[in-house]
C-alpha cells in the first residue's frame, strides 16, 4: 500500500484507542538477501510454517506493534523508522485490511485462534508428518555440514566421475538387470536402498543450509500431488546470499553424489549388482532433481538464482505483462531488470512445456487407464499365485506394482481436477466482476449486510425519474483493438469489455476529472536547468485542459526568456507585465482572455512572460499574489512555470501561493541529488506539507533513460507519487508542440502525472 493513502484515510474512524499484538510464534526472519526485487522484502514465519512476503513498510508495523501500545504510539515509531508520517488511521487500516488477515497482527483482547489466508499452489506439499524435529535435525546437520568443506566437495565430485566410468566400463550392469528380472522381489530392496538415500537427500540440504549459518528446520514427508516425497524445511535460508542460498538447494544432490559413492565401493567389494543397479537409478532420480518445471531442486536453484522466492506466481504477471499493448503488470515492475529478463525467459520456457504436457496427457490418457487397467490385473495374477505358494515377497511386490501403477493415474485425475477447478473459479470471478453476479443479472432481490432488501415504492415520484432507475447501466465498451473488431463485427452482440490497458486509463482520467472548488495553483519547479520542466508544464496544462470540462492556464514565471507561450501558439504580445498594469480594468474572463494566447487543440490557455529578464526580475512576491488573485476569480486550474533561483523572492512567493508542487527532475544521480537538496530546503522553511503531496516526474532526458532504484525509492518514501516520463521527440523540438504526436506512453505517462495532482483536489478541501 502506498503510505501517502494511509495519511489521509479521514473516513477511518479514529485509532488512537486500539492496541494490537503479533501473533503468536510469529518469527521475523529479516530481509531477502541477494533480492531480485527493486524494493527490500522481509520474510516472517507464522506458528503454521506458512512463510509471508512483506513490503518494508508492513515489516516495520509488525515489529513496532510489540509490546502493545496505543495505536498513536506505534503510528509514532513506524513513521520515524521508515520516514514518511504514517497516521493511527493509516496503521489501523494496514492492520485490518493487510496485516490481520494474513494472521500476522491480531487485537490485543483477541483470545481466539486466527484462521489466516494460506497459500495453496496448484504444485505444493499437502498431508505433513515430522520425521525428524528441528533441533534433532539442526543437531545432525552441525555434524554433516563438515563434508561441504570445499576441497572435499571437490574430491567428491571427481570420484563420482571415476566411480562412474568404472561402473560402466565394469561390465555388471546387464547381469544385474537380468538377476532382478529372474528375482523381482530383489526390487523390494532397491526401492528400500533409494527411499534411505532421499532421506540422505533431505539430510544434503539441512547441511548445507547449516553451512552457510542459517537454520534448518524439521525434516519429514508430505503429499506432492498424490505422490509421498520427502521435505527439509530450509526457509531460514532466505537469510543467507544468494550463493548460499543455491549452495542450500544443491546440498541434497551433493549428499546423493557421496550416496553414488558409497554405494559404487560397496558393489567393487562384494560384487552386488544390486547396488550397482540402486547407484545407476538413484543418479537418474538426481538429473530428475535439476528438471526446474516443477518444485524440484532445479525449480529452486532457478529461483534463488534470479532472486524471486516464487517464480509460478510471477506466470500470470508476466504473460499479462507480454500481450502488445498492455501495460506491465506491477508484479513484474517491482522486479530489478536481470530478473524480470531471468523470470521471462522462464515462463516462456514452462508454460509452453507444462501445456504441452497436459494437451499431450489429455490426448493420450484413455491409452494410459487401458495399459494401467492391464498392468493391473497382471499384478493381481501374480499375487494370486504368490498366495498359492505362500511368496510373501512376491506378494509384497505385487502389492507395490499395482501401488505404482496407481499413484500416476490417480495424480493425472488429480492435477486435472485441480487445473479445472482453478479455471473455473477464475472464470466464475471474472464474469462476477465485469457483468455482476447471476443473482444480480436476472434481477433478484439480494441482502444487503444480512438484511432483505428493501420494497420497492407502491408509486413512483418525479424524484425517481434518474439514470439508475429508468434505463439498465450498460456494460463498458471497447474503444479498439481485437475487442472492438469482435464488438462491432457482431453487431454489439459480444461485448468481451475494454482491456486492462483501457480500464487503467479510465480509472486515472475519473480520477483526473476530480472537481475542484474554487481554484488549484500548481507550481512546477526545478533546482537544475535544461531538465524539462517547461515541456512538463505544457504537457500537464494541456491534458488537464483536454480532458477536463473547467478552464486551464499555464503561466509563464521563468525569468531566463521563458517559451512556454511559443510552445503552444504564436508570439502574442501581451505578458504578465501588462496583466499587472491593467489588474483595475480586467474585470471579465472575456477582458483577460485578450492577455493569454490559446492551443487549438487543447484550449490550453497561457500567459506569457516577458522577454526582458529586466522586467522580471523586477517582479517580487506581491506582484505575483495579485496576479494569482486575479486568475483564481476566472479558472480553475492555474499551472506555474517557475525559474530555477529557489532562493529568488519570486519563486518563493509562487510556493507560498502554491495547493500542489510538480518537482521535475533528470533521472540521473545529479539531477536526484538536486531534486532531494530542494525538497530539503523546502522542509527547513515550513513547505513540508507541499513536499509531502509533492508529485516528481522524472524526465527521461534520451530513450531508454530511467531512473536509479535508490533515488525512486528516496523520492517515493518524501512525496506522494513518482512518475518517468519517456523519451520523445516529438518533446524536444523547442517549438510549437502536438500534443497528438506523442507517443502512447508518453500521453499516458502525463495522465498518470495529472492524476496524481487530481488526488489532492478532494483532500486540500476549500481554500479559506
Keep these: 500500500m502506498n503510505p501517502t493513502t494511509a495519511d489521509h484515510l479521514a473516513d477511518t474512524p479514529p485509532a488512537t484507542g486500539r492496541r494490537w499484538r503479533r501473533a503468536l510464534g510469529l518469527q521475523l526472519l529479516g530481509p531477502v538477501q541477494g533480492s531480485g526485487l527493486r524494493d527490500v522484502a522481509f520474510l516472517v514465519r507464522r506458528s503454521d510454517d506458512q512463510v509471508v512476503q512483506l513490503s518494508e513498510l508492513l515489516h516495520l508495523v509488525v515489529v513496532h506493534v510489540e509490546p502493545p501500545r496505543p495505536a498513536t504510539d506505534v503510528a509514532a515509531d513506524v513513521s520515524a523508522a521508515y520516514g514518511r508520517t504514517l497516521t493511527a488511521e493509516g496503521l489501523e487500516h494496514l492492520v485490518t485490511t493487510q496485516l490481520q488477515p494474513l494472521g500476522l497482527v491480531l487485537p490485543e483482547e483477541s483470545e481466539e485462534i486466527a484462521r489466516p489466508v494460506r497459500a495453496r499452489p496448484l504444485l505444493a506439499l499437502t498431508v505433513k508428518a515430522t520425521l525428524l524435529p528441528a533441533r534433532w535435525t539442526r543437531r545432525l546437520a552441525g555434524v554433516l555440514a563438515l563434508l561441504l568443506w570445499p576441497p572435499f566437495v571437490l574430491v567428491a565430485l571427481v570420484g563420482l566421475v571415476v566411480a562412474d566410468i568404472a561402473l560402466v566400463t565394469g561390465g555388471g550392469f546387464w547381469p544385474a538387470v537380468t538377476e532382478v528380472f529372474i528375482r523381482p522381489t530383489l526390487a523390494l530392496v532397491i526401492y528400500a536402498l533409494l527411499t534411505l538415500a532421499a532421506v540422505v537427500h533431505e539430510l544434503g540440504h539441512a547441511a548445507a543450509c547449516r553451512y552457510g549459518g542459517a537454520r534448518p528446520g524439521e525434516i519429514g514427508v508430505g503429499i506432492y500431488i498424490v505422490f509421498p516425497a520427502f521435505y527439509t524445511d530450509v526457509t531460514d535460508s532466505y537469510r543467507l546470499s544468494r550463493g548460499g542460498r543455491v549452495r542450500t538447494d544443491l546440498g541434497g544432490l551433493y549428499f546423493n553424489v557421496l550416496t553414488v559413492l558409497v554405494l559404487a565401493a560397496a558393489h567393487f567389494a562384494t560384487g552386488s549388482g544390486l547396488l550397482l543397479l540402486t547407484a545407476f537409478v538413484l543418479q537418474v532420480q538426481m538429473l530428475q532433481q535439476l528438471i526446474p518445471v516443477v518444485r524440484f531442486d532445479g525449480y529452486y536453484v532457478v529461483s534463488d538464482v534470479a532472486g524471486v522466492p516464487d517464480l509460478f506466481a510471477r506466470v500470470g504477471p508476466v504473460l499479462r505483462s507480454l500481450r502488445p499493448g498492455h501495460p506491465v503488470d506491477p508484479r513484474v515492475t517491482e522486479l530489478r531488470p536481470y530478473a524480470r529478463r531471468f523470470v521471462a525467459g522462464w515462463v516462456l520456457v514452462v508454460v509452453p512445456l507444462l501445456t504441452g504436457a497436459v494437451v499431450w496427457t489429455l490426448w493420450h490418457l484413455p491409452e494410459f487407464v487401458a495399459r494401467g487397467r492391464a498392468g493391473i490385473r497382471l499384478q493381481q495374477q501374480v499375487f494370486d499365485l504368490a498366495w498359492e505358494l505362500r511368496d510373501w515377497a512376491a506378494m509384497t511386490l505385487a502389492v507395490i506394482s499395482i501401488a505404482l501403477i496407481l499413484v500416476p493415474l490417480v495424480g493425472i485425475a488429480v492435477v486435472l481436477w485441480r487445473l479445472a477447478t482453478s479455471l473455473t473459479a477464475l472464470t466464475r470471478a471474472r464474469i462476477a466482476t465485469r457483468f455482476g453476479t447471476w443473482e444480480e443479472r436476472i434481477g433478484l432481490d439480494t441482502d444487503v449486510g444480512g438484511l432483505p432488501a428493501a420494497d420497492p415504492p407502491l408509486a413512483l415520484s418525479a424524484a425517481d425519474f434518474t439514470d439508475a432507475i429508468m434505463y439498465r447501466p450498460q456494460a463498458p465498451v471497447p474503444e479498439r483493438g481485437w475487442r472492438r473488431v469482435v464488438y462491432d463485427g457482431s453487431g454489439h452482440l459480444l461485448n468481451p469489455g475494454p482491456s486492462a490497458v483501457e480500464q487503467r486509463r479510465h480509472e486515472l482520467e475519473r480520477r483526473l476529472r476530480t472537481p475542484i472548488t474554487g481554484s488549484r495553483r500548481v507550481v512546477v519547479m526545478s533546482r537544475k536547468g535544461g531538465v524539462g520542466k517547461t515541456t512538463i508544464s505544457l504537457a500537464l496544462g494541456s491534458t488537464f485542459a483536454l480532458l477536463r470540462g473547467d478552464r486551464v492556464i499555464a503561466v509563464d514565471a521563468n525569468p531566463d526568456a521563458g517559451n512556454l ?177 506523442l507517443h502512447r506512453k508518453t500521453r499516458d505517462s502525463l495522465v498518470d502525472i495529472a492524476a496524481a495532482v487530481a488526488d489532492n483536489f478532494v483532500q486540500m478541501g476549500d481554500r479559506p
Aim: net charge negative.
Design 565 to 741: 507561450a511559443h510552445r503552444v501558439a504564436p508570439p502574442h504580445d501581451r505578458t504578465i507585465t501588462d496583466v499587472l498594469r491593467d489588474l483595475e480594468t480586467i474585470t471579465s474572463y472575456a477582458t483577460l482572455r485578450s492577455y493569454t494566447a490559446q492551443a487549438i487543440e487543447s484550449r490550453l490557455e497561457v500567459l506569457a512572460s516577458d522577454d526582458d529578464p529586466r522586467i522580471w526580475m523586477a517582479l517580487d512576491r506581491n506582484d505575483y499574489h495579485r496576479l494569482v488573485q486575479i486568475l483564481d476569480r476566472f479558472y480553475s486550474l492555474i499551472v506555474l512555470d517557475t525559474g530555477t533561483g529557489i532562493l529568488d523572492s519570486a519563486n518563493q512567493g509562487l510556493l507560498t501561493e502554491a495547493d500542489q508542487i510538480v518537482l521535475v527532475v533528470r533521472p540521473g544521480i545529479d539531477g536526484g541529488r538536486a531534486g532531494a537538496l530542494t525538497l530539503d530546503w523546502m522542509d527547513e522553511h515550513g513547505f513540508d506539507d507541499l513536499v509531502s503531496r509533492a508529485v516528481v516526474v522524472v524526465n527521461a532526458q534520451r530513450n531508454g533513460a530511467a531512473p536509479p532504484d535508490l533515488m525512486r525509492r528516496h523520492f517515493e518514501k518524501r512525496c506522494e507519487h513518482v512518475v518517468t516520463v519517456p523519451w520523445d521527440d516529438a518533446l524536444e523540438q523547442g517549438a510549437l508542440t502536438d500534443m497528438s504526436a
